[in-house]
């Protein structure tokens, strides 16, 4: 990356810079390569931050599926976790896992489940073969406690195993559908196909691990035994381990990524989170592969209005992505991104991996319940994995004195709706969005992969006025 002007002599959001354009040989977007430099695997730099309200196994196995990781909370007990990799391990890395139930069901029953997927469709099996597939619109007329046989659409396209993107599509929009399952030869039911999800298996990779599964990561905790529990994480399937805590730069930190890197021999070890070249430097020659970087910038975190400490994430990025790059190592930027130049920024300013939070809170395969508010209108509550909330779930195993003891203290949001946007209420959607800002910002640069964008990549510092010339007026003015 070059600056376009001299370093304004203090830090930097991802608002006070932009991108100018380069001379560029790229011929288009479709011909720029987004596998990520850390080697982890990722064919996206698209990162799941490890916020309970968001990453769970919808998430997890959904964005692997495009190419993208998602990183399971630290404070899940280790016979969930195994549930959750087990499952998401299990999951077709190409056709999307359905929502199923038996023709007893109720309308009621499908509704409740229905939101949890962006197919948003039930399918009807017996014997773990399809009768049919239910919509919320088949429900419209009937009382809840109507049972799926009796309204479910009963004449099912059924697609093959083998069929190819072009063919699924085309087939489905023949026949005026959304969505189709696929069976296998005895006729059991393996997955669906959407027409939006052909298209995408053409233009995404999944993330996949040596034995071709999807990939999914873990958080680990500094405190207790952090290398006793990596150690069960990689023995139940965990691909990429990450210590994480609000303030990593300190000697607890170190040792555990001393500690987890006996444990754990050569599984890949992201560790955070700072904010500096020193304490980037300290968490690599303990054993980290990768450094999460960024204080503060979480839309649910309260830090830096608490404490006063953090740092502008774009500056952090720079600085701890440079003293990477001096060990042949990388750095994730976590937090701060509300718009796809964001991402696109953070790659530019040295990032190898973008994590992405309260983003993707308000989407169909968050971890959160979907609810009603009196508009009618859908919403998942999200939290700060600082906040009294989250600090109750991490201490359930403590005293009750120990746990009201620490719940005086919290530096994040306990409770904030998030809303899901009618027109991209899935977390595909959200990935849509960023890979095809961040295409067209790479051809803009005139680079084909990240490597070389980081190195065309020319950044200007901009005022408040800059930043505002730029947003799109939705209306008149």
Same mark, same amino acid.
């Given at each position: ?19 100018? +354009?380069?001379?560029?040989? #790229?011929?288009? %977007? ?8 850390? *080697? ?24 692997? %599926? ?19 990799? /087990? ?10 896992? +359905?929502?199923?139930?038996? +023709?007893?069901?109720?309308?009621g ?11 948003a ?25 109507? !049972?799926?046989?009796?309204?479910? *659409? ?10 190819? /993107?072009?063919? /699924? ?20 039911? =393996? ?10 298996s ?40 990450? $210590?994480?805590?609000?303030h ?24 955070? &989170? ?18 999460? #970087?960024?204080?503060? +910038?979480?839309?649910? @975190?309260?830090?830096r ?5 953090? %740092? ?7 600085e @701890?992505?440079?003293e990477?790059? %001096? ?22 300013g040295?990032?190898? &991996? ?18 009603l ?14 906040? &009294?909330?989250?600090?109750? &779930? ?25 809303? =899901? ?8 959607? $959200? ?10 910002? @790479? ?5 084909? *992969? ?11 510092? !901009?005022?408040? /006025? ?12």
């Amino acid at each position: 990356m070059r600056m376009l002007h001299p370093h304004p002599g203090y830090d930097l959001t991802y608002n006070d810079v932009f991108m100018v +354009p380069n001379l560029s040989a #790229v011929p288009s %977007r479709m011909d720029v390569d987004l596998t990520t430099p850390d *080697s982890l695997g990722t064919t996206i730099p698209f990162v799941v931050s490890n916020m309970t309200a968001v990453a769970g196994r919808r998430m997890a196995e959904t964005v692997a %599926r495009r190419g993208g990781i998602a990183i399971l909370p630290q404070d899940i007990p280790i016979d969930v976790v195994q549930t959750v990799i /087990a499952s998401v391990k299990s999951c077709h890395s190409v056709f999307e896992t +359905p929502i199923t139930m038996g +023709p007893e069901a109720t309308i009621g029953d499908a509704l409740s489940l229905i939101h949890k997927r962006a197919h948003a469709a039930v399918v009807v099996v017996e014997d773990g073969r399809p009768l049919g597939v239910f919509t919320a619109k088949d429900g419209d007329g009937f009382d809840r406690f109507t !049972q799926l046989r009796n309204v479910m *659409s009963s004449t099912v396209h059924i697609l093959a195993p083998d069929v190819d /993107a072009a063919t /699924a599509h085309e087939q489905l929009g023949e026949r005026r559908l959304h969505v189709a399952p696929v069976v296998d030869d005895t006729e059991r039911l =393996l997955g669906v196909v959407t027409r939006k999800g052909a298209l995408r298996s053409t233009i995404y990779t999944p993330a996949l691990d040596s034995a071709d599964k999807l990939m999914v990561g873990v958080a680990v905790g500094i405190n207790g035994d952090p290398a006793g529990r990596a150690a069960e994480l990689t023995a139940i399937g965990a691909d990429v381990l990450v $210590i994480d805590t609000a303030h990593g730069h300190q000697t607890r930190t170190l040792h555990a990524i001393e500690s987890v890197r006996s444990a754990v021999g050569d599984t890949k070890i992201v560790a955070g &989170n700072v904010v500096t070249a020193e304490g980037t430097r300290q968490m690599l020659e303990a054993g980290a592969d990768v450094i999460k #970087v960024g204080v503060g +910038p979480g839309a649910m @975190c309260t830090t830096r209005m608490m404490t006063g400490v953090g %740092r502008p994430q774009f500056s952090a990025v720079v600085e @701890c992505a440079d003293e990477a790059a %001096r060990f042949g190592a990388h750095i994730w930027a976590d937090g701060g991104v509300k718009y796809p130049r964001d991402v696109a920024l953070a790659l530019a300013g040295g990032a190898a &991996n973008v994590m992405i939070g309260s983003w993707l809170a308000g989407t169909y395969e968050s971890a959160a319940d979907t609810r009603l508010d009196t508009d009618g209108r859908l919403y998942k509550e999200s939290f700060g994995m600082a906040s &009294n909330r989250a600090v109750k &779930n991490r201490t359930r195993t403590e005293s009750e004195f120990e746990r009201a003891r620490k719940e005086l203290f919290e530096e994040g949001i306990s409770t904030s709706r998030m809303y =899901l946007d009618p027109e991209r209420p899935g977390v595909e959607d $959200i990935i849509d969005q960023v890979v095809a800002g961040l295409r067209s910002s @790479c051809t803009y640069a005139g680079a084909a *992969s990240i490597a070389e964008f980081q190195e065309r990549a020319v950044v200007g510092v !901009q005022g408040a /006025a800059g930043y505002d010339e730029g947003r799109p007026q939705g209306i008149s003015w």
